[in-house]
C-alpha cells in the first residue's frame, strides 16, 4: 500500500462549491504539507502542519483552509471553488528524524472547476 | 528567501544521449537540495538529494547531480538518456529559515526521442 494516500484522484466541481481534499499517511511522520502544482510555475506550498496542533500558511493560502484531525490526516478545503482554483494538488509529509526532512509525496488530486 | 531557477522549460534528447538539466539556487544558509520526477500522472518521486559532505550526490535510475557552491548550481545529469526518463523533474531547495518547507523550480520535461 501506498504511504501517502490522496482522496479524491480527480474531482470536478462548480464555481461556489465547497470541497474537500484529504490525504492519509503511514510513515509516522510529523509534518504535513499541502502543494498546489499549475504548469510553468512548478509547486507551490498552501499550508503545512508541523504536528496536529500547528497549522501554518503557506505562500499562497488564500482561499484554502486546512485541518489536522490526526497526526496521519492533513485535509484541505476549499471553501468557495473558483475556476482558478484549477490545479494538481499534492500532499507531502516529511521526517524529523533527518537534518534535512526529505519530503514524500502522495499520487495527487486533479482538480477542474467550472 | 529562497529561490530556485531551473534554465529550460523543456528539454529533447535523442536515446542514449546525455541528460543535462540545470538548476540554480539562491540561499543565505548552507542549502539542502533536492531532484524529484515526476511521471505523466504520477505523483513526485525522490531522485536524489544533497544534504553535506560528497558534492557529487548519485540517485536512481543512474542519474547524478552535482553540488557546486562557487556556481550556486546542482545540475542533474545521466550519461545515457533512455526512453523511460521521459517526465518531469524539479529541483527544489530548503534550509535556514525554510528549515522543513521546500522551494521549487518550475520544473523541466524531458522528452526523449528514438
Known amino acids: ?114 | 528567501a529562497q529561490s530556485v531557477t531551473q534554465l529550460g522549460s523543456h528539454v529533447s534528447v535523442s536515446e542514449g544521449a546525455l541528460v543535462l538539466l540545470r538548476c540554480n539556487y539562491s540561499s543565505s544558509v548552507p542549502p539542502y537540495l533536492f531532484w524529484y520526477v515526476q511521471y505523466p500522472n504520477q505523483g513526485l518521486q525522490l531522485l536524489l538529494k544533497y544534504t553535506t559532505g560528497a558534492t557529487l550526490v548519485k540517485g536512481i535510475n543512474g542519474f547524478e547531480a552535482e553540488f557546486k557552491k562557487s556556481e550556486t548550481s546542482f545540475h542533474l545529469t545521466k550519461p545515457s538518456a533512455h526512453m523511460s526518463d521521459a517526465a518531469e523533474y524539479f529541483c527544489a531547495v530548503s534550509g535556514g529559515t525554510s528549515y522543513g518547507k521546500l522551494t521549487f523550480g518550475q520544473g523541466t520535461i524531458l522528452t526523449v526521442h528514438p
Open chain 1, 1 to 114: 500500500d501506498a504511504d501517502v494516500t490522496q482522496t479524491p484522484r480527480n474531482r470536478i466541481t462548480k464555481t461556489g462549491k465547497r470541497i474537500m481534499l484529504e490525504c492519509s499517511q503511514t510513515k509516522g511522520h510529523d509534518r504535513m504539507y499541502w502543494y498546489r502544482q499549475d504548469p510553468g510555475l512548478g509547486l507551490r506550498l498552501i499550508y503545512y502542519s508541523f504536528d496536529v496542533k500547528d497549522i501554518n500558511k503557506g505562500e499562497i493560502s488564500d482561499g484554502y483552509s486546512v485541518s489536522r484531525q490526526a497526526q496521519a490526516k492533513f485535509s484541505l478545503s476549499l471553501e468557495s471553488a473558483i475556476p482558478n482554483q484549477t490545479a494538481l494538488y499534492f500532499c507531502a509529509t516529511s521526517d524529523l528524524q533527518t537534518p534535512e526532512e526529505t519530503q514524500y509525496f502522495g499520487p495527487g488530486t486533479r482538480l477542474l472547476v467550472l
